[in-house]
């Protein structure tokens, strides 16, 4: 079974300082991982995927096998950021079916 | 393609009432996703489509719940009788599979959101 966990709930920021919120997954298999990015009151959109080694509105995020891990970093917070963030994973070659995680809530306070 | 469509994008029911909310998938797309979301239990995946057919329902909550995909445009999910503890936000999202190397992007709808009184 594939699971991902997004510890925290809430991250609350100055504009200005760097974030990092956090995303480990489980699977046995080769996972394929995402980040979607969900503004106030507006639909989820992709914002990366590992596979592509992207950097979207100054976001990055490394795949880390031995930790399981897949945690989104961003060096210097703006206050446009703030938004829903969640973690997903889907099964490379296999089922297509996203698993997300239950999503943190990033505030960048001015 | 104007993406996913959802309608409505807001619904107050009162409490046993039936509640059908509605999607229309990007065209061409073979996975059709409904999702509900709450601030307990983030986002939940509760049913899937694969051209057209149900592969996964396990994430339905309850009987009252239940969706169709009449055809490859078009699904619905129906609660019945409605309660205040379905009060969430429902969305809908498509994806297109097979052969893509750039990993599988879903798609997803502005979301229908669900007052049940």
């Known amino acids: 079974a594939q699971r991902v966990t997004q510890p925290e709930k809430l991250l609350s920021v100055f504009k200005g300082a760097p974030v990092e919120l956090k995303c480990n997954y489980s699977?046995?298999?080769?996972?394929?991982l995402f980040w979607y990015v969900q503004y106030s009151r507006q639909r989820l959109q992709l914002l990366l995927r590992?596979?592509s080694r992207e950097s979207i509105k100054g976001f990055t995020a490394d795949l880390n096998k031995g930790e399981t891990s897949f945690h989104l970093k961003k060096p210097f917070a703006q206050e446009e950021d703030s938004a829903m963030y969640y973690c997903?994973?889907?099964?490379?070659?296999?089922?297509?079916?996203?698993?997300f995680g239950r999503g943190t809530s990033l505030i960048v306070h001015p | 393609d104007a993406g996913v469509i959802q309608s409505p994008r807001h619904e107050v029911t009162e409490m046993g009432q039936e509640v059908t909310l509605r999607c229309k998938p990007i065209?061409?797309?073979?996975?059709l996703f409904w999702y509900r979301q709450t601030m307990m239990r983030g986002l939940e995946l509760l049913i899937y489509?694969?051209?057209?057919?149900?592969?996964?329902d396990s994430g339905m909550p309850e009987d009252r719940f239940s969706a169709k995909m009449p055809n490859a445009s078009f699904s619905t999910l129906k609660i019945q009788p409605s309660e205040p503890r379905d009060s969430a936000v429902y969305f809908c999202?498509?994806?297109?599979?097979?052969?893509?190397?750039?990993?599988?992007?879903?798609?997803f709808g502005q979301g229908t959101r669900l007052t049940v009184v």
């Open positions: 997903a994973l889907t099964a490379s070659g296999g089922s297509y079916i996203p698993t």
């Open positions: 999202a498509s994806s297109l599979t097979g052969g893509t190397l750039a990993g599988t992007e879903a798609f």
């Open positions: 590992h596979i």
């Open positions: 065209s061409g797309h073979d996975y």
């Open positions: 699977y046995s298999g080769s996972p394929e």
């Open positions: 489509f694969n051209n057209n057919v149900p592969i996964d």
